[in-house]
């Protein structure tokens, strides 16, 4: 299969875990080697030696912003600004196009990129990522990314970045970045949470492997709720089963007070997308999970 370059040297700052997917997802994409730099030395030298012989080492930030025409900034959202302020000390190749991961950011903190001719976008992919870069890049190529760019010009060639990836891009409005990013860390960090707390309660009450439990049950749940949403649910909150839940209460009270909050604010969160709070059920489980109650029903 014909492999098509994006563009003529792609560049990659950072050396964590984004970055190492990203540089062994794109190695191939451009006509000369992919070029790396990071801050500390030894970990771009362990780099190199993960994604293979098509990339090199940029001596400094210097060499990789004046010989790259696409930069991929993979970096702490808090470095992303100081770091597009460094790049627009040099002079950059003819239209560049830079680029951040950053899932929360539009395209603001690349401005001062912008405004010495670069195309400027925010390319965030809506997955996890481990530190496993082979098992990731397989990963991108089913995943979805949020594009914002600048202008048409810079949204085009971040999708563009997507699809040499294998990813599906979708356009997210500058306005609209932070509430995009909420909702991915509700769904992907609070779910470890929820399966965390769910598995230290199995533990308590006997199970030496609540994993086994939970697998089969919490997988149901979510492809169900993917194509179903609230249609999905079940469980004491939709039946209005109010005696249920205060024996949940005691038993979590008793055993395992740390899961009682976290309950609590989920159940509750449940009533509300029920908008059960008027029918008689729904207020009897309103009073019972009410955020100002010290103790659990007796």
């Keep these: 299969m014909t492999v098509t370059s994006i563009a003529e040297r792609i560049g990659i700052i950072g050396t964590g875990r984004v970055a190492r997917a990203f540089a062994l997802g794109l190695r191939d994409r451009s006509h000369q080697p992919l070029l790396i730099w990071g801050r500390t030395p030894a970990r771009t030298i362990d780099m190199m030696r993960e994604v293979g012989p098509s990339c090199e080492a940029a001596e400094d930030l210097q060499a990789l912003a004046t010989n790259c025409d696409t930069l991929v900034i993979a970096v702490a959202d808090d470095a992303i600004a100081p770091l597009a302020a460094d790049l627009a000390q040099w002079p950059l190749p003819v239209v560049p196009f830079v680029c951040h991961l950053s899932g929360g950011s539009g395209t603001a903190p690349l401005s001062c990129l912008e405004a010495i001719g670069a195309r400027t976008a925010a390319v965030h ?142 159940a509750l969160a449940t009533l509300d997308a029920l908008g059960e709070r008027r029918q008689p059920a729904g207020k009897e489980l309103e009073k019972l999970l009410a955020p100002d109650r010290l103790t659990p029903p007796r």
């Design 125 to 266: 992919p809506a997955m996890t990522f481990t530190g496993d870069p082979h098992t990731e890049v397989a990963r991108m190529a089913q995943a979805h990314f949020a594009v914002t760019g600048s202008s048409a010009a810079a949204t085009d060639a971040g999708m563009a970045l997507v699809r040499a990836l294998g990813g599906t891009g979708v356009e997210v409005a500058e306005e609209h970045r932070p509430l995009y990013h909420a909702a991915l860390c509700h769904a992907a960090n609070h779910l470890v949470t929820l399966i965390a707390g769910s598995s230290d309660a199995l533990r308590r009450a006997g199970i030496d492997r609540p994993g086994d439990f939970l697998a089969p049950l919490a997988r149901a749940a979510l492809e169900n709720s993917l194509s179903k949403g609230m249609a999905a649910l079940s469980g004491p909150v939709l039946r209005g089963d109010a005696g249920t839940v205060a024996r949940h209460f005691r038993a979590i009270a008793t055993d395992d007070p740390a899961l009682m909050a976290p309950y609590r604010a989920m």
